[in-house]
C-alpha cells in the first residue's frame, strides 16, 4: 500500500511514487490546519505526573523540554492513558488527535511500554507504531519516535530489544527521536542507573519528576534537536488591543476598582480561593494572583463572560501567560460556551486538561469552536478540587480572547 509520507514515499518499501496532486492538496490543507507545535501520543509514563494519577501533566519532560529551549516547544495535545498498548493507543487517542480543533504539526508516539511482556505484544505493537507513523505522514504530522527508559524489572531486556528497533526504523525514515533510555541507564548494566531518584518510589517503570527532568535536559543538549520545529507564534494581550474581545484592556489587570482584589469584568465564583490580589512584576507585569491556604477543599476561580461578538462555527482562543507556585496545585485555564447557565462546549486546551498547551515561560493557548445555542463565550482560571497541605497560587497574565474566524486567522 502506497502511503503519502515526506516526498511521497512509501514508508514500508521506500519507493518514491512521486509528488502527485492529491498529495499536493493534502500538504496545502495540512498547512492551513496544523499550527505548528507538539502532540504526544502516550501511556502513563508521558501522560501523567505520577503513575496513579487522574491529572494530566503540567511538568513532564515534555514540558520540561519547553523549559530547556525557551519557548521552542508548544505542546499542542496529550493523548494517553496509563496501561494502554501501542495498539489502543492508535485505535483510541490517534483519531482524537487527527480531529482535534489545534492539530499539531508533529507528535511524539510514547508507547511500547506495555507491549513488553513477550515477542508477540512486541511484533504486534511495531506493526501499530509503523501504521501510525504512516497515518500521521499521510495527514502531513511528523512523527517523532520513542525509545523507551529502562525499567527495573524481568521485561528490561525487551526494552533493549524494542528501542534498537524503534532507533533503526527511526533512522531508516529520517525521524526524529526522543530518548528517554540514555539519559537515565546505567553503562555498566543497561538498566535503571540511579532507581531511588530517577523513578518513583517503589517503582521501577514510572520515572520520577528528577527522572522528566533529565530526558528533558538530555534531549534538549542534542544539537539540532529542534531545528525542525516551527511552532506558530502566540500574540499576548498588549494595551489598547483592536484583535481581542475583551474589553477596556481587562486582560491586563489595570485596575481591581469595586473588587476584592481582582480585575475589572472578571466575576469570581465558588470557594476553593482564600483570597485575590493584584501583583506587578519586576519587568512591570500585572499578574492576576487567586491564593489557596494550606487545608482549604473546594474549587473556585475567575471567570470572563463575552456575550457578542461570535456566532456558531466561529473559532475562538484564549492566550495568556500562567505562573504557578507550587506543583501540589491544580488548576485549569481554558475557553467554554454557555446556552444561558448551560455549558454546553469546552475548548481543547489548558494545562490540567487533556489538551495542555504550556510554553516554557508559562505561555498557554485554548481554543474553542463556537456550538449552536451559544449565548456566552467565557474564559476562566480555576483551582480545581484539591486541598493542599502548604499555601500555594496561581496566576495569570496577559490575556486575550480573540475570534480568529472574524480576524481571518482560522
Known amino acids: 500500500m502506497t502511503n503519502f509520507g515526506l516526498l511521497g514515499a512509501d514508508t514500508k518499501t521506500g519507493e518514491i511514487t512521486g509528488v502527485t496532486a492529491e498529495w499536493i492538496a493534502k500538504q496545502t490543507a495540512a498547512a492551513i490546519a496544523a499550527p505548528g507545535g507538539l502532540g504526544i501520543l502516550s501511556d502513563s509514563i508521558s501522560t501523567y505526573d505520577q503513575a496513579t494519577s487522574t491529572t494530566k501533566v503540567t511538568r513532564n519532560w515534555h514540558g520540561l523540554l519547553s523549559v530547556a529551549k525557551g519557548r521552542r516547544v508548544l505542546r499542542s495535545g ?232 461570535f456566532t456558531p462555527g466561529d473559532l475562538i482562543e484564549i492566550v495568556g501567560r500562567l505562573n504557578v507556585a507550587t506543583v501540589e496545585a491544580i488548576y485549569s485555564f481554558g475557553v467554554t460556551a454557555y446556552s444561558g447557565s448551560t455549558l454546553i462546549a469546552s475548548g481543547t486546551g489548558g494545562p490540567a486538561g487533556m489538551q495542555g498547551l504550556v510554553y516554557a515561560d508559562g505561555v498557554v493557548r485554548a481554543r474553542l469552536v463556537v456550538p449552536a445555542g451559544a449565548t456566552i463565550v467565557r474564559g476562566e482560571l480555576q483551582f480545581n478540587s484539591f486541598t493542599p497541605t502548604a499555601d500555594t497560587y496561581v496566576e495569570m497574565a496577559q490575556i486575550a480572547v480573540r475570534n480568529l474566524t472574524a480576524l481571518g486567522l482560522s
Request: glycine fraction near 12%; charged fraction near 15%.
Open 78 to 309: 496529550v493523548y494517553g492513558t496509563g496501561g494502554f498498548t501501542l495498539e489502543q493507543i492508535r485505535d483510541t487517542h490517534l483519531p482524537q488527535l487527527l480531529a482535534a480543533t489545534d492539530r499539531p504539526s508533529a507528535v511524539a508516539i510514547c508507547g511500547g511500554t506495555n507491549n513488553m511482556s513477550n515477542d508477540a505484544s512486541m511484533a504486534s505493537g511495531y506493526a501499530a507504531l509503523t501504521e501510525m507513523i504512516d497515518t500521521l505522514r499521510a495527514n502531513l504530522i511528523r512523527p517523532i519516535l520513542w525509545l523507551a527508559p529502562p525499567r527495573g524489572d524481568a521485561a528490561l531486556g525487551n526494552v533493549l530489544k524494542w528501542n534498537a528497533r524503534v532507533a533503526f526504523l527511526a533512522r531508516k525514515l529520517g525521524l526524529q527521536v526522543v530518548d528517554a533510555y540514555t539519559p537515565l541507564a546505567s553503562l555498566t548494566t543497561g538498566g535503571i542507573a540511579n532507581a531511588s531518584t530517577d523513578y518513583q518510589a517503589g517503582d521501577t517503570v514510572h520515572p520520577s519528576a528528577v527522572g522528566h527532568a533529565k530526558i528533558a535536559a538530555y534531549n534538549a543538549s542534542l544539537p539540532g534537536w529542534l531545528e525542525r520545529f516551527n511552532d506558530a507564534p502566540v500574540q499576548l494581550a498588549y494595551p489598547a488591543d483592536a484583535s481581542t474581545m475583551m474589553a477596556n484592556n481587562e486582560g491586563l489587570f489595570l485596575s481591581d476598582s469595586g473588587h476584592s482584589g481582582y480585575g475589572n469584568g472578571w466575576v469570581q465564583w465558588g470557594t476553593g480561593v482564600s483570597s485575590k490580589s493584584i501583583v506587578t512584576d519586576a519587568s512591570g507585569v500585572r499578574w492576576q494572583r487567586m491564593t489557596k491556604l494550606a487545608g482549604l477543599a473546594g474549587q473556585g476561580g475567575l471567570q470572563y463572560n463575552i456575550s457578542t461578538g
